[in-house]
């Protein structure tokens, strides 16, 4: 007996059903993209190792997936790392290529690669699959797709305020109340650890309390401890776990705490900048929240971080995120070139919106009226109603085969098609058809006008 066939952990097989609402997810986040000014590119799902590796920090690296070499991979192998057992010096050797991880990498080769073509500043947005080797669990997949925009070619932090607009919008249409919007700036992550003493251990400060929401303050503690920070600088930090308040109070606590901090208090005035706009046109839906911990554990971002966290009632890690990254096409050759972006969590996004069950009922709409097969003379009576319908914007099918009337009318029961239509001899020979209503049952003698006004 033949295996059952299986997909690997971590991906999904997508249904009509959920195909229609993750594609209605998209088209809303696509809309607020292009009323915004962004304007669409693609780049290949897998890009050069070299492109990906070391643009994520040491963690973000190990869940690169790598392509190996096509043909005999392990002729061109390093011998020496192969004999050794050495995966890290041996992956090089025998894997030149790698599935993006995310598209905001890929999107700054491309600036570079095509730097002569673009126009700066450069609005793009990129709505494609991403591949990380992460533990699979709920929200979190090793396939998922990103909604991603980004503005290259400016340092004005009206884009900051113009994506937390973005992000309103883009909720606002997607009927998701009480959204949060955490904003940081990584400033001020760099005063932290100025103002404590440990400038040199900055990325294992920010990769630590990136973890904040998942193994809570203690283990923050823990794992700075064991990376070299001393219980001294924990202690003069210790004030930013539990800063509560609004906007306006964090702020004023942050500019005592990095009162020595040049680069701190840098982030704090842009950080202020934002958040007086914001107050000037309120948001719609979300609402915009200071977190001081927010790190994203990303070695890239320079300026201000994003994360989007789902309502209160919902328990779902975050729903978006992104910062600026003012050296980011640097690292390609392209210096002085700032940009900032944000990204869409389509999958959790979906989650999000089937658990408070915010999908309308348009979103599933399939075919509206299906034309039972009687033979070959009715057939083609109906499926040139049926052209007609499709003319006039309807969905309509014809069943393709002359079966039993049970087994089609079944059809369109398990189809949810809510009108089916029979035509036999004396409805042919009327011109007329008859429409039944799969809901209430009601059924009537109709002409094919009468049918298209009806259905519209």
Request: charged share 25%.
């Amino acid at each position: 007996m033949a295996q059952k066939p299986s997909i690997p952990k971590g991906t999904r097989d997508f249904s009509p059903l959920e195909v229609s609402k993750r594609t209605y997810i998209i088209n809303t986040i696509k809309a607020q993209f292009e009323k915004f000014g962004f304007q669409p590119i693609e780049t290949p799902s897998f890009e050069n190792s070299d492109t990906l590796m070391g643009k994520y920090g040491e963690e973000g690296d190990r869940l690169i997936f790598k392509i190996l070499n096509s043909g005999d991979f392990l002729k061109k192998a390093d011998q020496q790392a192969y004999n050794k057992s050495d995966s890290l010096k041996l992956t090089p050797s025998i894997s030149e290529k790698a599935l993006r991880y995310d598209l905001t990498v890929p999107f700054a080769r491309y600036v570079v690669q095509h730097q002569s073509e673009v126009e700066f500043p450069f609005k793009r947005y990129q709505i494609q699959p991403v591949w990380r080797a992460d533990r699979p669990q709920k929200g979190r997949f090793r396939e998922f797709f990103q909604c991603d925009a980004d503005v290259v070619g400016s340092n004005s932090l009206w884009q900051e305020v113009e994506f937390i607009q973005l992000y309103d919008e883009v909720f606002t249409n997607l009927q998701m109340e009480g959204v949060s919007i955490k904003l940081n700036n990584r400033k001020v992550l760099s005063g932290f650890a100025e103002v404590i003493g440990e400038q040199d251990r900055l990325i294992d400060f920010t990769v630590a309390l990136d973890k904040l929401d998942k193994i809570g303050e203690d283990g923050v503690k823990k794992e700075m401890l064991e990376k070299g920070i001393s219980l001294e600088a924990l202690e003069n930090i210790q004030p930013i776990f539990g800063l509560k308040g609004n906007f306006g109070e964090k702020v004023e606590v942050l500019k005592q705490l990095l009162s020595k901090s040049e680069i701190g208090l840098k982030g704090v005035e842009e950080l202020e900048f934002i958040q007086n706009v914001i107050s000037e046109m309120p948001l719609k839906s979300a609402v915009l929240d200071l977190d001081v911990t927010l790190a994203r554990g990303l070695n890239y971002y320079t300026g201000a971080i994003f994360e989007v966290a789902p309502p209160s009632n919902v328990n779902m890690g975050s729903i978006g995120g992104g910062g600026r990254y003012d050296d980011l096409t640097g690292i390609f050759g392209l210096k002085d070139m700032s940009g900032v972006g944000i990204s869409f969590g389509l999958d959790r996004i979906y989650l999000v919106l089937e658990e408070l069950n915010l999908f309308p009922d348009t979103v599933t709409a399939n075919t509206k009226v299906l034309f039972i097969n009687f033979g070959e003379k009715e057939a083609l009576y109906g499926l040139k109603a049926v052209q007609k319908l499709r003319d006039s914007g309807i969905a309509a099918e014809l069943y393709p085969d002359a079966a039993k009337m049970k087994k089609q009318m079944n059809y369109a029961n398990r189809r949810e098609i809510p009108f089916v239509v029979l035509a036999g001899d004396k409805e042919m020979n009327n011109k007329v058809y008859g429409l039944k209503d799969m809901i209430s049952g009601d059924q009537e003698k109709i002409s094919l006008e009468a049918m298209i006004d009806k259905l519209t």
